[in-house]
Nanobody, 116 residues
Framework: QVQLVESGGGLVQPGGSLTLSCAAS????????MGWYRQAPGKQRELVAR???????NYADSVKGRFTISRDNAKSTVYLQMASLKPEDTAVYYC??????????WGQGTQVTVSS
């Protein structure tokens, strides 16, 4: 069983930066992809960024150039560096791990609020 624990959310002003972390424990496979999704009130959950075990990345168009996903396989941890944050980035951010896009586990979510 895989468990994901996120940290790093909070309140930040527009234009600010924030870094999210997600630590995986349990039977996490080295070949698993890890990613970040977000869900704003009244909206569907959407992919923000994903990174494969080999380091290939996918980003939502809305965050390209502002967000960077990375992973430390030795620590089974994935990071999401967020810069130039906008109010529309406000959402609950969820960590996810998958194999071939089949979800293995979700984290509990961490709130990110971008507001002045």
């Amino acid at each position: 069983q895989v468990q994901l624990v996120e940290s790093g959310g909070g309140l930040v002003q527009p234009g600010g930066s924030l870094t999210l972390s997600c630590a995986a424990s349990g039977r996490i496979g080295s070949l698993f992809a890890m990613g970040w999704y977000r869900q704003a009130p009244g909206k569907q959950r959407e992919l923000v960024a994903r990174i494969t075990s080999g380091g290939s990345t996918n980003y939502a168009d809305s965050v390209k150039g502002r967000f960077t996903i990375s992973r430390d396989n030795a620590k089974s941890t994935v990071y999401l560096q967020m810069a130039s944050l906008k109010p529309e980035d406000t959402a609950v951010y969820y960590c996810n791990t998958d194999t071939n896009w089949r979800t293995i586990a979700w984290g509990q979510g961490t709130q990110v609020t971008v507001s002045s």
